[in-house]
């Protein structure tokens, strides 16, 4: 069964720094392209980053750009991303994503993942 487990979230001033992590198990993790996603307060979910099987390509949507940078460990099953210089407007839950063993490359839609975390809560005050 494959699980993705989401951790370090939590609050943060605007401008600090969080890395999360997704741990991935009950798959071979380097044959999934991953991502990341968010949902804000009343707001639908969205795209984040996402990284290749390899690692080799990335994506970023234009509001995180410059500032997180999404990575892969495929020995430790675990893909990451780092948030730098986060602004109040980046407070959501963050979840993770796998893609299908059909999905390449480092994809934007939501709509093609299909295996999903639990989310961790980012709180960024001001």
């Known amino acids: 069964q494959v699980q993705l487990v989401e951790s370090g979230g939590g609050l943060v001033q605007a401008g600090g720094s969080l890395r999360l992590s997704c741990a991935a198990s009950g798959l071979t993790f380097s044959r999934y392209s991953m991502g990341w996603f968010r949902r804000g307060p009343g707001k639908e979910r969205e795209f984040v980053a996402a990284?290749?099987?390899?690692?080799?390509?990335?994506s970023y949507a234009d509001f995180v750009k410059g500032r997180f940078t999404i990575s892969r460990d495929n020995a430790k099953s675990t893909v990451y991303l780092q948030m730098n210089s986060l602004k109040p407007e980046d407070t959501a839950v963050y979840y993770c994503?796998?893609?299908?063993?059909?999905?390449?490359?480092?994809?934007?839609?939501?709509?093609?993942?299909?295996?999903w975390g639990q989310g961790t809560q980012v709180t960024v005050s001001s």
């Open positions: 990284i290749s099987r390899s690692g080799d390509t990335t």
């Open positions: 994503a796998a893609g299908p063993r059909t999905l390449y490359g480092a994809v934007e839609a939501t709509t093609r993942y299909d295996t």
